[in-house]
């Protein structure tokens, strides 16, 4: 039934280590992200029919039996075979499946359960074996990414694979504060965690911006700091259910004693200063912070913790902590006397006293703390986490200290860096002087999306596809660290990310189409495509200033996060500079001359769309930019020198390209000043 088809995979020989079994080599013909522990190929396959079953064994729990029942439904989307299966049953037998799930218990939504699997495929039977139904998820979602096709059908390779994490927190975390997305969006973005084996959905929920949690105990906290843009606690225990069914546990964040404008609204009586307040519209760091010396402000959090506890079943809860800038504290008299009365030395110190009353309120609950560098204290007890914005200095510190750890800096996704500037960041690096014993307390990491210059059009395009690479470095073996070979994969999973809704690919044009009132969005494309936004938090100094109301449309909104033809240009050029091949030539100029054309005709649509005239100097440099580049690459063919005035012209040329203008960047410049040094 199954023919026999080689599909010509290379062996991949496994290394036995103290940690398991390590890959030493990839196969590279596998576009499997996160990349699996352990990857033997075999030389058959298994041929996809409509007669196509599967079953689960082991166990009777509904939350294996649907998410079988899902892989099932997006197997019949992807490949448009018409099964007669329609959803898995607990108690239901289903007879002659091919695919076997066997679990032997359901899954623990905590820290360190047990998520391994193994998949085997043969040219007649699919396996896959898992000691929990999470580990038989993270399974499913490696088959699905292992289907290809050919003439004469749908398939799987023939293969072996042994799987488990590298580590335990591997983690997303969303603000909703700054900019609200509705409950459609945050669970499209937990089926894409669940894609590439993210286990944690870390919900920031409260800023200075808004509290987007229903209370019914403190309704005014809805009513006056939300802008009517929240969760009712329905929605919330709607999308803990749908992420625990998924293997992901759900964090909340509400972040206090700073970061807290939009708490003090509702309840100005608990803040440091005088009110009154209004929801913050501006980014940056604001002086409201709670007020830590008064007895009613843990009567406060008392019974809020207590109310948000119950919608939050995981045992960690995040109190943020962070940036906190103690303007009020300094100059409040009375928190200055009792700083005296009780020997705090500094608001440091003041801090450490509100997260140690935060403490006692969470333990009533049975919750543990988790926050920000700034609540880490040598005094603080050491089942708190901490969560490391600042750096490996303060992740590393934090483990000498006994406390567990997890890595978001170098995870920044809104800093608009590479996909393979967040790669090959590790939380543990082999420069980290830390014991086996500290070593164990770094737990792992989460990416950070945070919302400032973010809005429900372009929140996705910034946490994928590269939030995939970072769901790898935290599952996959740290001596993974291909970086081309990352780049191969990463353009498959972006595409098979689509799949679950996300929106990071498909708006990009739709937005250049706005852009160029309806014409022709060709012309801008080709320029766009080669554009980046400034990096870190640049574009918060170049130009305007950015509201939480301010459009975010613009060129700089739809240029994505890390032009991927910029980097195949530069590629070519480095290939060019190592080898000194001439086949190269043509290879590189072809580009070059659509780019030295595009201003003519994007030009005729500038004048008709005034917002784009702030990048028409993007335009008019990148044409001079493929000139002469394209006369370099002339001289290089019949090797002449350049003339001084050449040489000049040309240097003229790559300061004008390297200016930012509409807060974005021309990304080919650094490959065309290579190459103009190659001569």
């Not at 699905?144 to 335990?168: C, N, T």
């Not at 919750?367 to 986490?385: Q, R, S, T």
Request: proline fraction near 5%.
């Amino acid at each position: 039934m199954h023919k026999k088809k080689p599909v010509g995979l290379v062996l991949l020989i496994c290394l036995i280590m103290a940690g398991g079994l390590y890959p030493q080599t990839l196969d590279k013909s596998l576009n499997l992200m996160p990349y699996p522990l352990s990857v033997k190929p075999g030389e058959d396959h298994f041929l996809l029919y409509a007669d196509f079953k599967a079953s689960v064994t082991g166990i009777n729990d509904v939350k294996i039996y649907d998410a079988t029942s899902r892989f099932v439904r997006r197997l019949s989307n992807r490949t448009g075979l018409f099964f007669s299966q329609d959803y898995l049953v607990p108690g239901v037998e289903e007879q002659d499946a091919q695919l076997t799930v066997n679990v032997q218990r359901p899954g623990k939504l905590v820290l360190h359960e047990d998520e391994s699997y193994t998949l085997t495929v043969t040219d007649d039977e699919i396996n896959i074996d898992a000691v929990t139904d999470l580990g038989a998820m993270h399974g499913l979602e490696t088959l699905l990414q292992l289907l290809e096709a050919d003439e004469v059908g749908y398939y799987f390779p023939e293969i072996e694979i042994k799987d488990s994490p590298r580590f335990p927190w591997r983690g997303l975390m969303i603000d909703v504060s700054r900019h609200f997305f509705p409950v459609d969006v945050i669970k499209r973005n937990i089926d894409g965690m669940a894609a590439v084996k993210m286990n944690v959905f870390h919900w920031h929920l409260s800023d200075d911006h808004g509290v987007r949690v229903e209370s019914k105990v403190f309704p005014k906290i809805q009513e006056l700091a939300s802008d009517g843009l929240y969760y009712t606690q329905e929605e919330v225990k709607a999308i803990v259910k749908y992420a625990g069914d998924r293997g992901i546990r759900v964090i909340p964040e509400f972040d206090v004693p700073g970061h807290s404008t939009a708490f003090l609204v509702a309840y100005p009586e608990l803040a440091s200063g005088p009110g009154p307040f209004k929801i913050e519209r501006n980014w940056g760091i604001f002086d409201p912070t709670f007020d830590p010396t008064n007895e009613k402000t843990y009567e406060f959090f008392d019974k809020y913790f207590g109310e948000m506890t119950t919608l939050f079943p995981d045992e960690y809860f995040h109190i943020g902590g962070d940036e906190n800038n103690g303007k009020q504290w300094d100059s409040n008299i009375n928190i200055q006397s009792f700083m005296g009365k009780n020997k705090i030395k500094n608001n440091h110190e003041l801090q450490a006293y509100f997260n140690k009353r935060l403490i006692e309120i969470l333990r009533k609950y049975n919750k543990k703390m988790v926050g920000w560098d700034e609540i880490l204290n040598p005094d603080m007890p050491k089942d708190i986490m901490i969560q490391s914005w600042r750096g490996m200095r303060s992740l590393s510190e934090s483990a000498r200290l006994g406390y567990n750890g997890i890595l978001s800096n170098g995870y920044y996704l809104d800093l608009i860096q590479p996909a393979s500037f967040h790669y090959l960041n590790d939380p543990l690096p082999d420069s980290l002087n830390l014991t086996e014993k500290q070593k164990s307390l770094i737990l792992g990491g989460e990416a950070t999306s945070w919302a400032e210059l973010v809005t429900l059009e372009t929140v996705e395009a910034r946490i994928w596809p590269r939030n995939a690479v970072i769901a790898e470095r935290l599952w996959s073996p740290a001596n993974i660290r291909d970086v081309n070979f990352m780049y191969k994969r990463l353009e498959r999973i972006s595409f098979l990310l689509e799949e679950h809704g996300l929106l990071h690919q498909k708006n990009y044009e739709t937005m250049l189409r706005r852009l160029t009132n309806n014409s022709d969005i060709t012309p801008l494309k080709t320029l766009v495509d080669l554009l980046e936004q400034v990096k870190n938090y640049d574009r918060h100094f170049q130009g305007v200033i950015h509201r939480s109301y301010s459009p975010y449309t613009r060129v700089v909104d739809a240029a994505r996060s890390e032009s991927m033809t910029a980097r195949e240009f530069s590629l070519l050029v480095n290939e060019y500079v190592n080898t000194k091949n001439p086949a190269l030539f043509l290879k590189m100029q072809l580009p070059l001359v659509k780019w030295a054309n595009n201003h003519k005709m994007l030009s005729k649509t500038i004048a008709l769309s005034p917002v784009l005239k702030e990048i028409e100097p993007h335009s008019i440099n990148l044409a001079n930019l493929s000139l002469i580049a394209i006369e370099a690459i002339d001289l290089m063919k019949t090797n002449r020198q350049p003339s001084d005035e050449w040489l000049e012209r040309s240097r003229t040329v790559l300061v004008e390209a390297k200016k930012p203008y509409g807060q974005t960047m021309i990304m080919i410049v650094a490959a065309v000043e290579k190459l103009l040094l190659a001569l």
